[in-house]
């Protein structure tokens, strides 16, 4: 009774896979999509998870979720299985978020998937879909000033404190509005604490602006002139363009420390910053040990993707550089120029006061006062070529070597696991020796030591995987910035000299009148 009962339904199934060739629709039409619509079908859910486990496109029951939010939680369940390892281990000692992927209960049923979504770190995944989100440009509400540059105290004790304001909707602040005072120092010991926490593990933390000595110097002991002026005003600007760098930074966004410094009234005075210090000489022999151990470290690069990229950055690097001296020559030739045009201006004028012809004398006197506005013109433009474009291509140039501290922390990842690979060897190569010599009294303590090695070495490889995949990610975040950033400068640059060279040639359209009129 029972075969008969099943034969009905072979030939249904049968009778079906006609119809699909009778009707010329899609003769690969996936099993999984049959068995869905058969209400015969033991646990839906299931079979889709465990199709999710080898391919990352799989098709999503409709028991899993609601229709209207079907694509949403399509994109965030691929993006999951895609970018997250099995054997990851949780790697920041952060705060958790609040944000919680909604395709964990099928991952729990599916016993191929395990437990990718379980053991990966929570901040994690809220940073890869905020960086979608950036991706689409949906940007974070946040906005950051640096402002009110301040001198306090005398002396050399004298310090410049200047005044951070930021404007956001993000809930994980306590404030939409608010604003603190910050000491140079204070912007450097929030680096070092990104920094530390950050890029060993694959993460890209823009650079801090960099230290003058001299500049401050002048500033301390109460040099007013031009220089020290300028010289506030560029560092006013470079800490404003890394705090609103490192915001944008979806993961250094979550970080306390940061919320800390845009928040708190009072914070712990930052250590260990100055540049003539013992901390100071030990980083620079500290770089210089790390320089000779890339030199003596030969890594075996198996990933073309990143042998493509170093190459790429280093030849990045040295373009922007050759770039940056050109604009830095320019802006010398501007400031020259504007000197050169008041000097021009002030002969004119003096000129013009001694001629007696009354035409001529007028003539002199307006060209006089036309120089004296393209004087004026030149000292903007001078300024626009060192605020808007230099100062990108420095800012650039900083982050590159950020970029290529990430990539040497993957090399001394990769060393690592290779030096506990070779030293679990040698453990095998003793446990070895040891059971042919027939000694039970070490044979313990040798297994021990051998099972304490294969755990390094599992976590050697995994260290490696993570920090590759975080790489990849990141690369692909910079690229997308610096695109932005380029595109938006360059637009900037260049309406600036538009504007520039309309306002010359009013000037001189006004004065050609008064040149004709010379009889």
Same mark, same amino acid.
């Given at each position: ?37 058969? !209400? ?70 599916? !016993? ?51 005044? @951070? ?29 990104? $920094? ?9 933390? !823009? !650079? ?5 000595? @001299? ?80 030199? #003596? ?43 050169? #045009? ?25 060209? $006089? ?151």
């Amino acid at each position: 009774m029972a075969a008969e009962r099943e034969s009905p339904l072979l030939a249904d199934v049968r009778f079906v896979d006609f119809e699909v060739l009778e009707d010329g629709k899609n003769v690969f039409a996936s099993p999984v999509s049959t068995l869905e619509s058969s !209400p015969s079908s033991p646990e839906p859910a299931s079979l889709p998870a465990e199709d999710l486990s080898t391919n990352s496109n799989g098709p999503k029951p409709a028991e899993v979720m609601p229709d209207d939010d079907r694509e949403d939680l399509f994109a965030e369940a691929t993006e999951e299985v895609s970018l997250d390892s099995p054997e990851r281990d949780p790697v920041l000692s952060l705060e958790p978020t609040p944000a919680v992927t909604p395709v964990t209960p099928t991952t729990l049923v599916a !016993p191929r998937m395990e437990s990718k979504s379980v053991t990966a770190p929570v901040i994690f995944d809220r940073s890869r879909e905020e960086i979608e989100e950036e991706a689409n440009g949906d940007l974070l509400d946040i906005e950051i000033n640096v402002s009110d540059p301040e001198k306090v105290g005398d002396g050399m004790n004298a310090y410049m404190a200047y005044r @951070v304001t930021t404007k956001t909707s993000l809930s994980m602040f306590h404030r939409n509005e608010f604003s603190v005072k910050r000491r140079f120092s204070d912007f450097l010991g929030l680096h070092s604490k990104l $920094a530390t926490k950050y890029m060993h593990i694959g993460y890209i933390v !823009p !650079p801090a602006p960099e230290k003058s000595i @001299v500049g401050m110097t002048k500033v301390k002991v109460g040099k007013e002139d031009s220089s020290s002026a300028e010289f506030v005003e560029k560092r006013r600007a470079a800490l404003e363009r890394y705090l609103q760098r490192t915001v944008k930074h979806p993961t250094l966004l979550q970080d306390p420390d940061l919320r800390q410094f845009l928040e708190s009234s009072e914070l712990p005075r930052a250590v260990n910053t100055q540049a003539l210090s013992g901390a100071g000489i030990l980083r620079m022999v500290n770089k210089a040990a790390d320089a000779v151990n890339k030199m #003596t470290i030969k890594m075996n690069e198996s990933d073309a993707w990143f042998e493509e990229k170093q190459q790429q950055f280093e030849n990045l690097d040295q373009q922007l550089r050759k770039l940056h001296a050109s604009v830095e020559a320019l802006v010398c030739h501007r400031k020259e120029l504007s000197a050169n #045009t008041a000097a021009f201006a002030k002969s004119a004028a003096m000129l013009g006061n001694s001629e007696d012809h009354t035409a001529l004398s007028r003539a002199l006197s307006q060209l $006089a006062e036309v120089e004296e506005k393209i004087d004026q013109l030149h000292q903007e433009q001078a300024f626009a070529d060192f605020y808007v474009f230099s100062e990108l291509l420095g800012d650039y140039i900083r982050l590159i070597a950020a970029v290529k501290g990430v990539f040497d922390h993957r090399m001394k990842c990769w060393q690592k696991w290779q030096d506990a690979q070779v030293t679990l060897q040698k453990k095998r190569e003793a446990e070895a020796k040891l059971q042919l010599a027939n000694r039970p009294d070490k044979l313990q303590q040798a297994k021990d030591d051998l099972r304490e090695w294969e755990t390094k070495v599992q976590q050697g490889e995994k260290d490696f995987e993570h920090i590759s995949k975080t790489i990849r990610e990141e690369v692909q975040r910079f690229e997308r910035e610096r695109v932005k950033d380029f595109k938006t400068v360059i637009i900037k640059y260049l309406e600036s000299l538009v504007q520039t060279q309309q306002q010359l040639i009013k000037y001189w359209e006004a004065f050609l009148p008064e040149a004709k009129s010379i009889a």
